[in-house]
């Protein structure tokens, strides 16, 4: 069974840091991109990051862009974003998602984790 | 602002069949990217629930079927039942913006 479970998540001051995890399992992670999607409370999905399988390539939102860093460890089975210079705006539950996808654009996510809130207030 | 538009909220009576659209642009939907939908009970997180061309994973009921055609696609679900009370999402790509996009959600109401 797939499972993808996340962890990290807290209050912190703005322009503080935190670093989430996404413990996966029931797959060969290593095969999968993976994925960051958040939601803002009461709002809807916002698509994150990216990291390629091996861990080679990544992509960022515009808004996070600078800020946060997607990586993974295919060893430990985990996938990682640090987030530093958090802002109130950022405060949402994080998902990880695993994506179907014949290449690196496109796809869909046809797995997700349960979500670590984020809050960033002072 | 979403890059797909969907409408706010959509109702039905346990029975009916209420359709969701989800709006795009020639730079996500147009451009031939597939539309996934997803479907969000309170509290918990999307699951994956079909295709623009309807292909559903397995133990999704046959009552939601999905649709495209140019800048747009639609979400179908018929025989509407209580437990389809949730928010439901579509999802693409835009190349453009080199990113994934998501509608705003929908809200449907089962009366």
């Known amino acids: 069974e797939v499972q993808l479970v996340e962890s990290g998540g807290g209050l912190v001051q703005p322009g503080g840091s935190l670093r989430l995890s996404c413990a996966a399992s029931?797959?060969?992670?290593?095969?999968?991109?993976m994925h960051w999607v958040r939601q803002a409370p009461g709002k809807g999905l916002v698509w994150v990051s990216r990291v390629q399988s091996d861990g080679s390539a990544t992509r960022y939102a515009d808004s996070v862009k600078g800020r946060f860093t997607i990586s993974r460890d295919n060893a430990k089975n985990t996938l990682y974003l640090q987030m530093n210079s958090l802002r109130a705006e950022d405060t949402a539950v994080y998902f990880c998602?695993?994506?179907?996808?014949?290449?690196?654009?496109?796809?869909?996510?046809?797995?997700w984790g349960q979500g670590t809130l984020v809050t960033v207030s002072s | 602002q979403s890059v797909l538009t969907q409408p706010p909220s959509v109702s039905g009576a346990p029975g009916q069949r209420v359709t969701i659209s989800c709006t795009g642009s020639?730079?996500?939907?147009?451009?031939?990217?597939?539309v996934y939908w997803y479907q969000q009970l309170p509290g918990t997180a999307p699951k994956f629930l079909i295709s623009g061309n309807s292909d559903r994973p397995s133990g999704v009921p046959d009552r939601f079927s999905g649709s495209k055609s140019g800048t747009s696609a639609s979400l179908a679900i018929t025989g509407l039942q209580a437990e389809d009370e949730a928010d439901y999402y579509c999802?693409?790509?835009?190349?453009?913006?080199?990113?994934?996009?998501f509608g705003g959600g929908t809200k449907v109401t089962v009366l």
């Open positions: 998602a695993r994506v179907i996808a014949a290449s690196g654009t496109g796809g869909y996510f046809d797995y």
């Open positions: 020639s730079s996500n939907i147009g451009a031939g990217y597939n």
């Open positions: 999802q693409s790509y835009d190349i453009s913006l080199s990113l994934w996009v």
């Open positions: 029931g797959f060969t992670f290593s095969n999968y991109w």
